[in-house]
């Protein structure tokens, strides 16, 4: 499995003509039962993709809802194996949907890199993006997962030139995650007519499919995006679903999942000429 | 971690991925990166420059004032009775403390790029009021990010910073200190990227800043080290330092480097005593671990999450450590000791008494050790401590602690 199952899916979605909907998740946010909840409803709510926040104290490239979804995580005391348990118990229900890790390099580092990459691939993970890990740092965590068949998924940003594109590509697997706006995750929006001709640069000089994220909130946004890339990863909107409901007191669970349910109507009918609202 | 090896030539570092043996690096978002490598081709260019050099050492001479005394402490000397003790004095430097070295040679650096905003991170508030005062004399908006906890406990250092027509950002996220403050630069540096400059205040975070902040600090060591053959016609038996991030150590220690002779003896805070979990000391309590750019010693839990330095020192508040440290501290170049806040009060006190000079409570935690340091080099010997920061701003947190308002 692993690398094949983000290979298999996005050849399934290429079939069916349509993007890819990634549904970030922050492990243990509010709590780890409640996130376990939310994990297993994902595919049934329209989520292809998923990817696994694992929370760390100095989240430098989050806006404030991933860093507060970070602190509440912690708070209730989450840490690195208890992101890959979740991913294990998802994974008994289901073998085909991809699970993407993402965070910060220190935790690896203390966990250290072959075991950790040995581990997230027996509880089911297919690859990880490292925020804080550019490509001239990446070598080590690259090698280690080379050896379980998990991917390495690299991000390009607009400051990602010509010259550097073949650095940040070099060593990347599954798909690229093109972030769409200089900044930090859930601040500024994404313009699909700016993000179009990055995307196609991108796809061609990697051969992969590309993912855009960082400032998708709508699903508005969600289908323009989907238009042109082949994957939308929506995060920051999620999880300030899990605050709101909790500030409210509502269920969590089907909050989150509702949201989901809409932004991935709007990712399935972007490239059919037909809109959601 | 390797055994590492000791190098043949200290001063070769780091390599040209930025490391010191292991530490260092460039742990930042992609979006950064290409401003990083601009950033050091840069710095390497204007290093080689002598306009460049010769620019830096007219503002050091006329703006900040350098060179710095280096004075004979003697009622200290006499004091402790043992090696005579030498006071490198950065606190006379312009703005009160060493920080101005480094802010003088970035803000030039920073023209030089043609970047058109500077952004800055503080913890104490000095080198936030260094950042200010090179951002007024050059006419560049200046933004500084500040802990709202030390926004409330520093606030003179706040109202200098508006004065000198800075923006202080009060930063919330996280536990509002230091590492806070220089997560949310980082943030705003991701965020726009085309104009500003990240002036970082100490020799810490990603390659090429350890290197470059070191440069600009080792103006300390070199004049440091022709003074004492003059005074002396010798080279000192140790060099004491406080350690926070590093850049004031770093400073005098690198001229040093390759003199084995010479001891080089950094102080970290150890807060509240290292028997407890409240102290800033990184190698003396931490373990390597990536932060803010760099592997480096870290204060950490079991799961590598960063955990809360502490100490009556703002400036060494900080969870890590300048990456050259780490190495120098794991090649046995350099020996890390640590000094208490009940400690540095003292030496805050004794210093004010015996040579009628406030230091900043950071540069109190290397004067805790002075005595020991002294006496262990013993009569005949000579030690040379940086005094890096004059202690006015600390006046009111040492009445404080003594129990007396003013």
């Given at each position: 499995m692993t690398k094949a199952r983000i290979d298999a899916r996005f050849a399934a979605l290429k079939t069916e003509g349509r993007a890819a909907f990634v549904a970030y998740v922050m492990a243990g946010d509010p709590d780890a039962a409640t996130a376990l909840k939310i994990l297993k409803g994902l595919p049934a709510a329209g989520a292809d993709i998923i990817e696994l926040g694992f929370p760390f104290s100095d989240p430098m490239a989050e806006g404030p809802p991933i860093?507060?979804?970070?602190?509440?995580?912690?708070?209730?005391?989450?840490?690195?194996?208890?992101?890959?348990?979740?991913?294990?118990?998802?994974?008994?229900?289901?073998?085909?949907?991809?699970?993407?890790?993402?965070?910060?390099?220190?935790?690896?580092?203390?966990?250290?890199?072959?075991?950790?990459?040995?581990?997230?691939?027996?509880?089911?993970?297919?690859?990880?993006?490292?925020?804080?890990?550019?490509?001239?740092?990446?070598?080590?965590?690259?090698?280690?997962?080379?050896?379980?068949?998990?991917?390495?998924?690299?991000?390009?940003?607009?400051?990602?030139?010509?010259?550097?594109l073949p650095v940040v590509i070099n060593r990347t697997s599954g798909f690229v995650y093109y972030v769409s706006v200089a900044g930090v995750t859930g601040v500024k929006e994404a313009d699909a007519a700016t993000v179009a001709p990055h995307v196609a640069r991108v796809r061609k000089a990697s051969g992969l499919p590309v993912a855009v994220g960082f400032g998708i909130k709508t699903p508005e946004r969600a289908g323009a995006i989907a238009e042109v890339a082949d994957a939308v990863v929506v995060g920051s909107a999620l999880v300030d679903e899990v605050a709101e409901a909790v500030e409210m007191n509502e269920d969590v669970t089907s909050r989150v999942l509702s949201k989901v349910a809409s932004l991935a109507k709007a990712v399935r009918l972007a490239r059919q000429g037909l809109t959601t609202v | 971690m390797n055994a590492p090896a000791r190098p043949n030539d200290y001063?070769?570092?780091?390599?040209?991925?930025?490391?010191?043996?292991?530490?260092?690096?460039?742990?930042?978002?992609?979006?950064?990166?290409?401003?990083?490598?601009?950033?050091?081709?840069?710095?390497?260019?204007?290093?080689?420059?002598?306009?460049?050099?010769?620019?830096?050492n007219g503002f050091l001479t006329h703006y900040v004032g350098r060179p710095s005394p280096l004075y004979f402490a003697e009622r200290l000397t006499d004091h402790f009775g043992g090696a005579k003790i030498y006071l490198k004095r950065e606190e006379l430097n312009h703005t009160g403390s060493h920080k101005i070295n480094n802010c003088m040679g970035q803000i030039l650096l920073a023209r030089r790029m043609g970047k058109t905003r500077i952004i800055a991170e503080t913890g104490a508030g000095q080198h936030g009021v260094a950042s200010a005062t090179v951002c007024a004399r050059f006419g560049l908006p200046c933004i500084v990010y500040m802990g709202a906890v030390d926004v409330e406990r520093q606030k003179p250092n706040v109202f200098r910073m508006n004065l000198l027509g800075a923006r202080v950002e009060a930063v919330t996220s996280g536990s509002a200190t230091l590492k806070d403050a220089m997560n949310e630069a980082l943030r705003d540096w991701v965020t726009n990227v085309h104009d500003t400059y990240?002036?970082?205040?100490?020799?810490?975070?990603?390659?090429?800043?350890?290197?470059?902040?070191?440069?600009?600090?080792?103006v300390i060591g070199k004049e440091t080290r022709a003074q004492i053959l003059e005074v002396e016609g010798r080279l000192p038996?140790?060099?004491?330092?406080?350690?926070?991030?590093?850049?004031?150590?770093?400073?005098?220690?690198?001229?040093?480097?390759?003199?084995?002779?010479v001891k080089l003896i950094g102080v970290e805070a150890a807060g509240e005593g290292m028997d407890t979990d409240r102290h800033a000391a990184a190698i003396n309590g931490g373990r390597p671990g990536v932060l803010h750019g760099n592997m480096t010693y870290l204060l950490q839990d079991r799961e590598g999450q960063i955990t809360e330095a502490h100490s009556i020192s703002a400036g060494l508040d900080y969870p890590g450590i300048g990456p050259e440290h780490s190495w120098l501290?794991?090649?046995?170049?350099?020996?890390?000791?640590?000094?208490?806040?009940?400690?540095?009060?003292?030496?805050?006190?004794?210093?004010?008494?015996?040579?009628?000079?406030l230091p900043a409570i950071e540069s109190a935690h290397a004067l805790a050790r002075i005595g020991d340091v002294a006496r262990d080099v013993g009569k005949g010997g000579v030690v040379v401590l940086n005094l890096s920061g004059r202690g006015d701003k600390d006046v009111a947190t040492v009445a404080a602690h003594l129990g007396m308002q003013i």
């Open positions: 860093q507060r979804a970070a602190q509440r995580a912690l708070a209730k005391g989450m840490t690195l194996s208890g992101t890959l348990e979740l991913a294990r118990a998802f994974r008994e229900g289901d073998q085909d949907t991809p699970i993407i890790m993402m965070g910060y390099t220190n935790p690896l580092v203390t966990w250290g890199y072959d075991a950790f990459a040995r581990d997230a691939a027996a509880a089911g993970i297919d690859g990880i993006i490292v925020v804080d890990l550019p490509p001239e740092e990446a070598d080590p965590l690259a090698d280690a997962l080379d050896a379980n068949q998990m991917s390495l998924i690299r991000l390009a940003t607009p400051t990602t030139d010509d010259a550097r | 001063t070769a570092y780091p390599d040209a991925s930025g490391r010191f043996g292991d530490y260092g690096g460039r742990y930042v978002p992609e979006t950064l990166m290409p401003l990083v490598h601009e950033l050091d081709a840069a710095y390497k260019a204007a290093k080689a420059d002598p306009a460049f050099q010769a620019e830096l990240y002036l970082i205040g100490t020799a810490a975070g990603m390659h090429p800043y350890p290197e470059m902040v070191r440069d600009f600090q080792s038996d140790a060099v004491v330092a406080c350690v926070g991030g590093g850049s004031n150590a770093i400073g005098i220690f690198h001229p040093f480097l390759n003199d084995e002779g501290h794991d090649v046995g170049r350099a020996t890390y000791l640590t000094a208490t806040d009940l400690e540095s009060l003292d030496a805050f006190k004794l210093t004010a008494e015996l040579e009628g000079i």
